[in-house]
């Protein structure tokens, strides 16, 4: 268990919906991350937070919005769901901004778009 | 640009036996890190081992060692004593220090052990 819990583990829904994703980080870790995986992309990292500032910004597109609370969990939003968006999503966190520790992955929300 | 490159998409070891799956990189950064992380069929992402650009001796985590050539951006990931439950997909990764801490994820490879 990496300590990094992520809600839920599975969502179906419908083209033009909109769902929210939310992760709570290990204890103690102020960086949270958000990575998209899919089989004709790969791991494609999103966006960053640290201790509730966004710090960098990947792959991310316009329909799609992160947030990290004063309690360090985080939540991503995706709206107007297209069918290209099913995926599995990852939160990751880490103690730091940047640097050798670790990133440590949640389970994953595996997100279906019908 | 930064990139790291997994040239085997699949793999087969014998049980007990070791494996070595390749990873190279690419950055022009002298400050890094390589990650290697193992995703079982159950979907999570399990990190095994770092290596930091300038750490002298190469990484050891129990079975899993990372073979470090900086001279040619190599980072192979060798697992000693092949067992079934190794069996998975693993992502070899890159950090760069300077950045914001976002790691960079090879294509990965699907490692089958046979019985």
């Known amino acids: 268990d990496s300590g990094v819990t992520q809600t839920p583990k599975h969502l179906i829904t419908a083209t033009g919906q909109r769902v929210t994703l939310r992760c709570s980080p290990r204890?103690?870790?102020?960086?949270v991350y958000w990575y998209q995986q899919s089989l004709d992309q790969g791991l494609q990292f999103l966006i960053q937070?640290?201790?509730?500032?966004?710090?960098a910004k990947g792959n991310i597109l316009e329909r799609f919005s992160a947030q990290q609370f004063p309690d360090l969990h985080s939540e991503l939003n995706l709206s107007s769901l297209e069918l290209g968006d099913s995926a599995l999503y990852f939160c990751?966190?880490?103690?730091?901004?940047?640097?050798?520790?670790?990133?440590?992955f949640g389970s994953g929300t595996q997100l279906s778009v019908l | 640009a930064q990139k790291i490159t997994q040239t085997q998409p699949g793999m087969f070891v014998q049980e007990k036996e070791a494996v070595t799956l390749d990873c190279t990189y690419d950055?022009?950064?002298?400050?890094?890190?390589l990650f290697w992380y193992k995703q079982p069929s159950s979907g999570e992402m399990i990190f095994l081992i770092y290596?930091?650009?300038?750490?002298?001796q190469n990484a050891t985590e129990g079975r899993y060692s990372l073979n470090f050539q900086k001279a040619r951006k190599s980072a192979n990931l060798v697992i000693s004593a092949s067992q079934l439950g190794d069996s998975a997909m693993y992502f070899c990764a890159m950090r760069l220090v300077s950045n914001t801490g976002k790691l960079i994820f090879g294509q990965g490879t699907t490692l089958q052990v046979k019985p």
């Open positions: 290596q930091g650009s300038y750490d002298q």
């Open positions: 990751a966190s880490s103690d730091q901004t940047g640097g050798g520790e670790k990133l440590f």
């Open positions: 937070y640290y201790n509730g500032e966004e710090r």
């Open positions: 950055t022009s950064d002298p400050s890094y890190g």
């Open positions: 204890s103690g870790d102020l960086s």
